[in-house]
C-alpha cells in the first residue's frame, strides 16, 4: 500500500519539469488532469529582501490593485465573471500570487498575474485607501495571537536581520506607496521570479509567460547568508494562551535529519481520539506542544511550541519537552526513527497534495534550478540513519536556544529552569 | 448632477482649434482676474462645490501639504471677506499658481465611478 502510494508520488514528481525558457523566468508546470489550473508567480520578494520594515507586506497587499492594463474593480469584476479565485501570500523569502480558475480561462489569468509584475500603478491613493488598512489589520490580527507573536520574535532573536524582519508591517509604520514601487522595481525582475502552473499545460504556460515578461529587467536581488544568533526574550501577553518557543537554529541547506526530529516530537496522533505514542503524548491536560520546522534556502529554524492555559501547565509541559527533545538527541529507538522517517515523508508527500503545498516545497527547488520534484526530498528522507540522525540533532540541540516566552511573563519559566 | 462636479466646460473644445483659442485665452485670463477670486488668494479649484462625494473622495487624495495649503487659503479668504477688502496687492493669487490642483483628482473619482456603474449594469453574453 504505501509502495504503492510511493510510486504514484513519483510518477507525478516526474511529470514535474522546470525549464529556464527563452526570457530568462523559470516555469514549472504540472498537470493531473484535474479541473481547474492555478498559476502561481513566485517572486523572491519576502520580507527577508525588504530595505524598509513593512514593505513586503504592503507589497503583498498591493497585488491585483490599478494597473496599465485594468483598474482595481475591473480585476475583481472581471475575475469574478471568469469564477476565479485571486490570492496572496507572503513569506520571508517568497511573495506568491496566484490565481486559480477554470482551464479555459488561463490566458486572461495569467495576464492578471503578470500585468501587475509589469505595469502596476502603485497609487498613492490605492495605497492610503485600500492597502494601509490591511496592512494594519493583518499586524492587529497578528499581535493578538501568541504563536504568531512568538514565532515571529523567535525569528527576530534567531536571525537578526534577513530572516529575522517581521513579515508584518510596525503599528506605526511611515510607508508611502513610492516606498513600495521601489521595492517593487528592485524585485520585480527576471531572475527573481518563477512561475508554477498546476492543472496547465507547460508548453501554454511558457508562451503565456514568455510574451508577458519579455521586458522586465534582469538584475537579481541578494540577501546576506544567513546567520544564526539565539537569545531569550519575554513579552507580557494579554488574552490567548500561555506561550513558550523553545527553538534551535542552524545555518546551511535544510537536512532531511532536522525534518525526521520534528515528525519524531510530533504529537498528532495517527488516529483519531488518541494521544499517540510521541514521546510528548504525556503532557497534562490544556496544554499542546507542536514541533515547528521552518526550513529556509539557507537556514532552518526548528522549534516546539508550547501552549497552555496556565502558566503552571505552560511550564510542565515545555519541561517535558525540552526533556524529550534532549532525550532524541542523545538516541533514538530504531524502530522510534522508522516511525519518524515514515511520519516526515507522509507529511511531505501530502503537503504537495495542496497547491499551496506544492508551491512551498517545489518553490525554492524551482529557484535553485535543482530538480523540482518530490523525489529528491522523499529519498533525502529515505537515507537518514540513527548515526546522522544523532549527529545533527545533538549539534543542533548544542547550539544557543532560541527561547521566547509570550504570556504571564513573570510566572511563566526562564530558560535554564528548563534546563536550556 | 448632467455635467458632473466639474460643471459644463468648453475649455476642450476651444482649445482644439488653435484660431478660436488665439481668440478666447486673453479674453479668459482677463476674465480670470477680474472674476476676484484671485484677489482673495484662492485657487480657481477652491470655489469647486465640495459637498458632494465625488469631490469629498478627491478631497482626500491631496497630499498633507496640499489639504494644509487649501485649508489655509480658505481660512484666509474668510478673513478678507469679514474684513470686505480683498488682499494687499502682493498677497494675490498669481496666474501661474493658479492650477487645477483638485480636477485631475475628481477626473480620476469620476471614471472609476463611471467603470464602476459600466461593471454594474453590463449584461452578460455567451459566446
Known amino acids: ?22 526570457t530568462g523566468v523559470k516555469v514549472a508546470a504540472i498537470d493531473n488532469n484535474q479541473p481547474t489550473s492555478s498559476v502561481t508567480v513566485l517572486v523572491k520578494a519576502g520580507s527577508r529582501f525588504e530595505p524598509k520594515d513593512g514593505v513586503a507586506n504592503a507589497l503583498k497587499n498591493f497585488a491585483f490593485k490599478s494597473t496599465k492594463s485594468r483598474s482595481a474593480l475591473g480585476t475583481v469584476r472581471e475575475s469574478e465573471l471568469y469564477g476565479g479565485v485571486l490570492s496572496t501570500s507572503l513569506g520571508r523569502e517568497h511573495l506568491a500570487l496566484t490565481a486559480e480558475f477554470l482551464r479555459q480561462d488561463a490566458p486572461f489569468f495569467v495576464d492578471v498575474l503578470t500585468s501587475f509584475i509589469t505595469s502596476a500603478k502603485f497609487t498613492r491613493h490605492e495605497f492610503e485607501e485600500y492597502v494601509t488598512p490591511i496592512s494594519e489589520g ?22 537578526r536581520n534577513g530572516l529575522g524582519r517581521s513579515l508584518f508591517a510596525p503599528a506605526h509604520s511611515h510607508l508611502s506607496a513610492t516606498d513600495v514601487q521601489s521595492y517593487a522595481a528592485s524585485a520585480f525582475t527576471k531572475s527573481n521570479i518563477a512561475v508554477l502552473g498546476t492543472g496547465i499545460d507547460q508548453a501554454t504556460l511558457s508562451s503565456l509567460v514568455e510574451k508577458a515578461f519579455a521586458n522586465i529587467a534582469t538584475t537579481s536581488s541578494t540577501s546576506p547568508a544567513s546567520k544564526y544568533h539565539g537569545g531569550e526574550t519575554r513579552v507580557e501577553g494579554h488574552g490567548g494562551p500561555q506561550t513558550i518557543f523553545i527553538g534551535f537554529g542552524t545555518t546551511g541547506a535544510p537536512t532531511a535529519e532536522i525534518a525526521t526530529l520534528a515528525a519524531h516530537l510530533s504529537t498528532t496522533p495517527a488516529v483519531k481520539w488518541s494521544k499517540g505514542v510521541s514521546p510528548l503524548a504525556s503532557i497534562p491536560e490544556g496544554t499542546s506542544v507542536q514541533s515547528i520546522y521552518l526550513p529556509y534556502s539557507d537556514a532552518t529554524l526548528f522549534g516546539l511550541l508550547v501552549q497552555s492555559t496556565s502558566s503552571a501547565g505552560a511550564k510542565e509541559a515545555a519541561k517535558s519537552a525540552v526533556d524529550a527533545l534532549k532525550a532524541a538527541s542523545k538516541s533514538i529507538k530504531p524502530e522510534a526513527l522508522k516511525s519518524a522517517i515514515a511520519k516526515a515523508k507522509f507529511a511531505a508527500a501530502n ?9 512551498n516545497t517545489l518553490g525554492s527547488k524551482v529557484f535553485s534550478g535543482s530538480d523540482a520534484s518530490l523525489e529528491s526530498v522523499l529519498s533525502s528522507l529515505d537515507s537518514v540513519n540513527a548515526a546522522g540522525f544523532s549527529k545533527v540533532t545533538s549539534a543542533l540541540v548544542g547550539s544557543k536556544p532560541t527561547y521566547v516566552v509570550v504570556g504571564e511573563a513573570s510566572a511563566l519559566p526562564y530558560a535554564d529552569e528548563l534546563g536550556l | 448632477m448632467v455635467f458632473g462636479p466639474l460643471g459644463a466646460t468648453l475649455a476642450p473644445y476651444v482649445q482644439s482649434s488653435r484660431s478660436l483659442s ?40 491631496l497630499t498633507p501639504a496640499e489639504k494644509y495649503d487649501r485649508a489655509y487659503r480658505l481660512k484666509r479668504a474668510c478673513q478678507q471677506s469679514v474684513l470686505h477688502a480683498p488682499l494687499p496687492k502682493e498677497a494675490w ?35
Request: overall charge negative; proline content about 3%; charged content about 30%.
Open chain 1, 138 to 159: 493583518e499586524t492587529e490580527a497578528a499581535a493578538h495571537d501568541p504563536a504568531t507573536r512568538a514565532l515571529e520574535l523567535a525569528h527576530s532573536i534567531a536571525f
Open chain 1, 351 to 359: 503537503a504537495a497534495e495542496s497547491r499551496e503545498g506544492l508551491v
Open chain 2, 22 to 61: 488665439k481668440w478666447v485665452t486673453p479674453f479668459a485670463h482677463w476674465y480670470a482676474n477680474a472674476a476676484g477670486w484671485r484677489k482673495y488668494g484662492y485657487k480657481y479649484d477652491d470655489l469647486l462645490v465640495e459637498e458632494n462625494e465625488p469631490v469629498q473622495r478627491a478631497l482626500n487624495r
Open chain 1, 1 to 22: 500500500m504505501l509502495a504503492a502510494r510511493a510510486r504514484n508520488i513519483q510518477r507525478l514528481a516526474r511529470s514535474f519539469a522546470t525549464v529556464v525558457d527563452s
Open chain 2, 93 to 127: 493669487m498669481k496666474a501661474e499658481e493658479d492650477v487645477r490642483y483638485l480636477a485631475p483628482h475628481v477626473n480620476e473619482v469620476m471614471k472609476e465611478e463611471n467603470e464602476r456603474a459600466k461593471w454594474d449594469h453590463m449584461v452578460v453574453e455567451r459566446k
